[in-house]
Structures are given as C-alpha cells and as structure tokens.
C-alpha cells in the first residue's frame, strides 16, 4: 500500500475554493445588508431577511457537523464495522461543530440585544400587558423562554461539543498507543457513545423546538424534532459521501472497498425517506386535523411559498427515490456525486422554508442572490474547515479493533 | 446422449472455496451449484450466477399493489359511498390525496413484500411437501461444498483444482445421464 497516501493535504485549488466562496459570500453578505430594507409602512423591520438567511446558513451547517456527530455515536454504539475505514472522514466533518455553534450563539446573543427579531419572543415587554408588543399566546409560554431557553442552549452546545471532543480525542489517543492498550480506548468510545446517543435523543428534539420551532412562536409540533434530526443526519451522510468519493478520485483512500461507498449511498437512500415519512406525517396529521393554531404553519407555506414547498418535496424524496434505487447507481462515483451535490441544495431549501416563513412572512419575492451568496459563505467556511481537520490525522485509522474487518468489506 | 460424473468438492471453510470456483471457472468449468451453511458475500459472481431479476419483480409487485390501493380508495371512498370525514368531503381524489398516502404506501410494501417471497419459493420450488434437494447434510453444519456435473476429461481436471486448492473430500457421487433436449 503507498503509504505516502494517508496524510491528506490540502489540494491548492480546493483551497482557492472555499477562498473564492467565502470572499463571494462575504460581499454577497454584506450587499445583503444594505439592499434588505424594509417594505413599505414596517417601522421595525431589522434586516429581517439578511439576518434570517445567515440564522439558516449556521444552522444548517452546524447540523451537518452535528449529524456527523451522532452518526459516529452510532458506529460506535452499534459497535458496527463497515464504517471503520471512512470513520476520520467523519471525525473531521464533525469538527465543524465549535464554528457552527459559535454563530448561532452570536445569533442568539445578537437577538437578545434587540438586533435582530428572528425570536418574537425576544421582543421587549412581549409578556407585560401594559407593553404595545404585548402578545397573550407568547405570554402564556414565556416561563419556557427567557433564562430557562438560555440554559438549554447553553447545555446543548456544551454536552455536544465535549462528546465530540472526546470521541475524537480517544480515537487519536488510541492511533499512538500499542495494539493492546488502544483496546481500551475503544470501549471508552462505546460507552461514552451510548451516553451520546441518550442525550443526542432528547437534545435533538428539543434544541429543533428551541432554535427552529420557536421561531412561529405560536405554532407547536412535536414532529418538529425529527423532522429537522432527519434532515441534519442525511445532510451529514451526504456531506460524507461526497468527501469519500471526492478522496478517493484524488487517490486517497485505497483501503476504502467499493461496498463501503455503496453503503453510504444505502445510507444516503433510505434516510432521505426517513425525511420524507417525517415531514409527510407532520403534514398529514395538521391537515387532517385542521385546526386554525397549528395549520398556521402550512397556510403561510402553501400562501408565499408553494413552489419552494414543492421543489424540496420533489428534490428530497422524488428525485433520490428514482436516482438511487438501483444497486448500480449507488456504485457510481459520478452518480453518487451528482445526487448527492442537488440533495444536498435541496436540504439547504428545507431549511430556508423552516426559517423564511416565520421571519420574512408574506414578503418574501423568491428566492435570490441574497439566498445564494450566503449560502456560498457558510459553504466556503465549511469545507475550509473540513478539509483543514482531514489534513490534521492520518486517512485511517491504526488500532481500532474493526479495521480489518472493514477494509476487507465486500458484498 | 451424455453421461456425466456427479462430484462433491468438500471444504472446510469459504475462503478456499472461492478459490476453488476462481480456479474451476478460469479453466473453463461449468459450477452446477454450491451448498455452503451460511450466505457467503460476494460469492454470486465467482461461481457465475446470473445477476437476480428479484429487484424487477419487486418493482412490478409494488407498482400492482400501488394500482390495486388506489383504485380500491377511489372505489370506496370516491365513487361508491363519499363521506365528509373531519369537513373534507370526499368529492374528488386528487383533493384528499394526503388521507390516501398511507394505504397506499403500505398496499405498495405489502404486495412488493408478499410478492417476491413467494416468487423465491416457487422459483427455488421450497412448496409444501418438497423434497430436500440438500446432497449432503454437513452443508448445513459446517462444510461447504462445489457440486459439479462434469464429463471424464473434465473430471480429471476439476479433481486436481480442488485437491490443490485445499479440498478436505473429492467425493464421487455415480453418474447421471443426460438426455439432449433437442
């Protein structure tokens, strides 16, 4: 085996990249300031739909990193062995995960000081009767808002970022060890992975309910959770994906079998679906119930936004239903990447349709440049990061216990 | 007319098996079959198995219980007897089609699901009442074993593959006639 290919380094054009992106979307970001003014007869508008895109940028990516996240949870705690080969391309895209964190938590705290009004109930004097802002729904639920919100948030961002920091510390610590101490190591990641998974389930739904859900602070649905888990575990898996196929083009990843690739397209396949069923069960159960607090949500949807809400229907489960059906596709390199690359668009609208409706409302005109360039900034940020944190640790791993068994994986 | 010499190649393990069938098929030997205990990955293209037309027949069973759903809601609850469920009066189709996913989802599983079970039964002709066709038992335990119909000539060859490949028995099992079809 050429061993000179297990230390990544950054392609010099790869770089020049997600330079060019970044410097696009940063110009893009800051035209997105000055040419977001407000509708005619709003006083307070703030930038609504410039501060709503770049909330809908960091989120998305942070989630990437976080879907990443729980995914090595799962190899772990599924204690499953195809993986094992692709397992530091997943550690590096989880790393992501301090950036991402460190601008919603810019966003938040932009928020409470009144920058921005992404957060109806961040508004001032919301719970106070005598306030113009006054509003009885928000007043009613403002005990789950405020400073308990703020805890959670602030437990969130913790728990994740010290399991993933300790995932990933284990599996370096176990690379530079000897074959029979790093035993131990490993089942410090499974058992500190099963703590992962347990935390991951309740933090998931909740911090959805409390970034994303909150944002129609009137409207309420316990399928939001999943919904937006399903969405942020595809996007990772795709993000995965991409990044094995793209290595191994450039000739990395030798030891990465042909099976293993058709897995992660497996992967791609069946939880595009698990997005479908959620959003399709959230959907069905307001429509057949029909009561005006929760159909709330669609009818802004279905009202200025219907054929964005179609696109990401079609591009989500429509068109990966038909792309990735058959075995040969998933064996594919130029098809898994092609697919891959519009899911991965289309899940980045998925999240423009949970943020745009409740914040730009019925002013939205359709998509833009504004969409696309800060798309392009967070994009750029990501694979700088991403690919800066693959260069950082040899492609594969060295002691862990299922290696061989995932290099000789074939089906 | 043929006569063909029956030979059970018996191995102990599936790695020296696959060898085996690289071997056996290289010199241009047909494999009639192979009985291992356990599914082996990747064995299908070595011993030269067709690609499954499964996949096919499940596509169309799932297109037929699609077919079958739909026109069985649209008989129901459209043309014969139309409620108004929740203030949604069932007038049209298309207009409650969120109500009719579910079924017809589970219709699509069901008959795709039902469907190629039974098709591998009948194909592998595993009806009630068959016969084992097993010819020898250890295969369900732990040997693994190259079934092979083969004339003298190649007999002799096949006979060295397998003992140089790490064969445990070369078993000779009597000869079968065959008959030419046309």
């Known amino acids: 085996m050429n061993t000179d290919k297990l230390n990544f380094v950054v392609p010099a054009k790869a770089k020049m990249t997600s330079f060019v992106l970044m410097g696009l979307g940063l110009i893009s970001i800051i035209c997105m300031f000055i040419f977001d003014v407000a509708p005619e007869g709003d006083h307070h508008y703030q930038h609504t739909r410039a501060w709503a895109n770049i909330f809908a940028g960091s989120f998305f990516f942070m989630a990437i990193a976080l879907g990443a996240a729980f995914f090595l949870g799962l190899q772990y705690a599924a204690e499953s062995g195809w993986s094992t080969s692709v397992k530091r391309i997943i550690e590096a895209v989880t790393w992501?995960?301090?950036?991402?964190?460190?601008?919603?938590?810019?966003?938040?705290?932009?928020?409470?000081?009144?920058?921005?009004?992404?957060?109806?109930?961040?508004?001032?004097?919301?719970?106070?009767?005598?306030?113009?802002?006054?509003?009885?729904?928000?007043?009613?639920?403002?005990?789950?808002?405020?400073?308990f919100w703020w805890i959670r948030t602030i437990l969130y961002m913790?728990?994740?970022?010290?399991?993933?920091?300790?995932?990933?510390?284990?599996?370096?610590?176990?690379?530079?060890?000897?074959?029979?101490?790093?035993?131990?190591?490993?089942?410090?990641?499974?058992?500190?992975?099963?703590?992962?998974?347990?935390?991951?389930?309740?933090?998931?739904?909740?911090?959805?309910?409390?970034?994303?859900?909150?944002?129609?602070?009137?409207?309420?649905?316990?399928?939001?959770?999943?919904?937006?888990?399903?969405?942020?575990?595809?996007?990772?898996?795709?993000?995965?994906?991409?990044?094995?196929?793209?290595?191994?083009?450039?000739?990395?990843?030798?030891?990465?079998?042909?099976?293993?690739?058709?897995?992660?397209?497996?992967?791609?396949?069946?939880?595009?679906?698990?997005?479908?069923?959620?959003?399709?069960?959230?959907?069905?159960?307001?429509?057949y119930?029909?009561?005006?607090?929760?159909?709330?949500?669609?009818?802004?949807?279905?009202?200025?936004?219907?054929?964005?809400?179609?696109?990401?229907?079609?591009?989500?489960?429509?068109?990966?239903?038909?792309?990735?059906?058959?075995?040969?596709?998933?064996?594919?390199?130029?098809?898994?990447i092609f697919v891959g690359t519009i899911i991965f668009v289309g899940h980045y609208l998925d999240m423009i349709m949970i943020v745009m409706p409740g914040t730009v409302g019925h002013n939205w005109t359709g998509l833009?440049?504004?969409?696309?360039?800060?798309?392009?900034?967070?994009?750029?940020?990501?694979?700088?990061?991403?690919?800066?944190?693959?260069?950082?640790?040899?492609?594969?791993?060295?002691?862990?216990?299922?290696?061989?068994?995932?290099?000789?994986?074939?089906? | 007319m043929a006569t063909k010499q029956i030979i059970h190649g018996i191995f102990g393990d599936e790695v020296p098996l696959s060898e085996a069938c690289k071997k056996l098929r290289a010199s241009g030997i047909r494999i009639a079959d192979v009985f291992t205990p356990f599914p082996v990955h990747g064995i299908d293209p070595i011993v030269g198995?067709?690609?499954?037309?499964?996949?096919?027949?499940?596509?169309?069973?799932?297109?037929?219980?699609?077919?079958?759903?739909?026109?069985?809601?649209?008989?129901?609850?459209?043309?014969?007897?139309?409620?108004?469920?929740?203030?949604?009066?069932?007038?049209?189709?298309?207009?409650?089609?969120?109500?009719?996913?579910?079924i017809s989802f589970e219709a699509t599983v069901f008959c795709a699901a039902h469907g190629?079970?039974?098709?591998?039964?009948?194909?592998?002709?595993?009806?009630?009442?068959?016969h084992p066709k097993n010819p020898d038992p250890r295969t369900t335990d732990d040997k693994f074993m190259i079934y092979l119909e083969l004339n003298d000539e190649q007999s002799k060859k096949a006979d060295e593959i397998l003992r140089s490949t790490g064969a445990e028995e070369v078993n000779y099992k009597g000869t079968i006639t065959i008959e030419p079809k046309y």
């Open chain 1, 96 to 147: 992501y995960l301090p950036w991402g964190l460190s601008f919603l938590m810019l966003i938040f705290i932009l928020g409470q000081l009144h920058m921005h009004s992404i957060y109806p109930w961040m508004t001032e004097g919301i719970a106070d009767t005598a306030s113009p802002n006054y509003d009885a729904v928000i007043a009613g639920k403002i005990g789950y808002f405020g400073a």
């Open chain 1, 158 to 287: 913790v728990a994740w970022v010290f399991f993933t920091w300790k995932l990933r510390k284990n599996s370096l610590d176990a690379d530079s060890l000897g074959h029979e101490e790093a035993k131990g190591f490993h089942w410090k990641n499974v058992k500190l992975s099963a703590w992962f998974m347990v935390v991951f389930a309740v933090s998931s739904s909740t911090s959805a309910w409390d970034w994303l859900m909150s944002i129609d602070t009137h409207w309420f649905s316990t399928m939001m959770g999943w919904y937006v888990f399903s969405g942020m575990w595809v996007s990772a898996l795709i993000t995965i994906t991409i990044l094995v196929v793209w290595l191994k083009k450039l000739g990395y990843l030798e030891f990465v079998t042909e099976s293993t690739v058709h897995d992660l397209g497996k992967w791609m396949f069946a939880i595009s679906f698990l997005w479908t069923y959620l959003y399709f069960s959230q959907f069905m159960l307001i429509w």
């Open chain 1, 289 to 336: 119930a029909d009561i005006p607090e929760e159909v709330t949500y669609f009818h802004t949807r279905w009202e200025s936004y219907k054929a964005l809400m179609w696109t990401v229907l079609f591009v989500n489960f429509a068109f990966p239903m038909i792309m990735l059906m058959s075995r040969d596709s998933k064996r594919n390199f130029f098809f898994l």
């Open chain 1, 368 to 411: 833009s440049w504004m969409e696309l360039g800060n798309f392009l900034f967070f994009l750029g940020l990501f694979i700088y990061v991403v690919l800066h944190n693959l260069s950082k640790r040899p492609l594969r791993v060295k002691n862990h216990p299922f290696i061989d068994e995932s290099i000789h994986h074939s089906y």
């Open chain 2, 49 to 102: 198995l067709p690609r499954t037309r499964i996949a096919i027949c499940a596509f169309i069973y799932g297109i037929t219980g699609l077919a079958l759903a739909t026109l069985m809601m649209w008989y129901m609850m459209i043309h014969d007897w139309p409620n108004d469920i929740g203030g949604k009066p069932n007038w049209s189709y298309y207009f409650n089609i969120p109500a009719f996913i579910p």
């Open chain 2, 116 to 130: 190629m079970s039974l098709t591998y039964l009948l194909r592998c002709m595993l009806v009630p009442g068959a």
